[in-house]
């Protein structure tokens, strides 16, 4: 069935935005009659029928509601700094979303190259994938900020900071995190977090991690830490 993002909806009826009712009746082709899924991006999915199949205001009844859809007992926090490559960048992003990030933050760190995003761009991914992987809840996309300024945040849960080098001693995430616990991961920039960064951020509380013997790309070692924690939660 398919999925259309419906952010303030309210009330037993709802007018998709244009881009959205674009999609739904000339794209799709949708009729009056047809049923669809709603999602708010707060935790709730619905169930709806279309009432008024106009491409720029397609209106559509709610006949039910799911409370709380696909809620998870732990909320997972990933800062990981912007890449060259902007396209393994919304790779990054989008396979992420699919999987369960609750937030992410563009880490400007030492060695990045580039020090903000496309947040328009980004975004539209993010509501993509929060579509095609059945999602409920819109995943948070924070400003970009400083690494020194980040580490500084009090957070509870496990905070952890995954780099390449052996000093200080690198733990296995399953062997730090336990199951049901927030998590902060912090992923480095091509050229991994400096000397003087690791040391900072153990110095603020987090807990150096590895993710395996592959030394690994940013975007792929976001990945592999997104799906590490969320493996544990299964």
């Known amino acids: 069935m398919q999925i259309f993002y419906a952010p303030d909806i309210s009330g037993n009826e709802y007018t998709l935005d244009e881009r959205e009712s674009k999609h739904c009746i000339r794209v799709l082709r949708m009729t009056t009659g047809t049923t669809v899924r709603l999602i708010d991006g707060k935790g709730n999915l619905y169930e709806a029928v279309i009432t008024t199949p106009d491409s720029k205001k397609c209106t559509l009844a709610i006949t039910g509601i799911i409370s709380d859809f696909e809620t998870r007992n732990y909320r997972l926090h990933i800062a990981i700094s912007p890449l060259k490559n902007h396209e393994r960048f919304e790779w990054f992003i989008e396979k992420s979303v699919e999987i369960g990030v609750d937030e992410i933050t563009p880490l400007i760190c030492s060695n990045s190259v580039k020090s903000g995003i496309k947040t328009e761009r980004i975004s539209n991914i993010i509501v993509s994938a929060m579509k095609q992987s059945l999602k409920s809840t819109l995943t948070k996309l924070n400003d970009s900020c400083l690494f020194q300024d980040f580490i500084r945040i009090r957070r509870g849960g496990s905070p952890m900071i995954a780099h390449c080098n052996d000093k200080p001693g690198r733990s296995k995430i399953g062997d730090i995190y336990t199951k049901g ?8 920039p091509e050229g991994d977090f400096s000397v003087e960064e690791i040391s900072a951020a153990v110095g ?16 792929t070692a976001g990945l592999a830490a997104c799906y590490s924690i969320y493996y544990i939660n299964q």
């Open 181 to 188: 616990n927030d998590a902060v991961m912090l992923i480095g």
């Open 204 to 219: 603020a509380g987090f807990i150096p991690v590895h993710l395996g013997q592959s030394r690994l790309r940013s975007e």
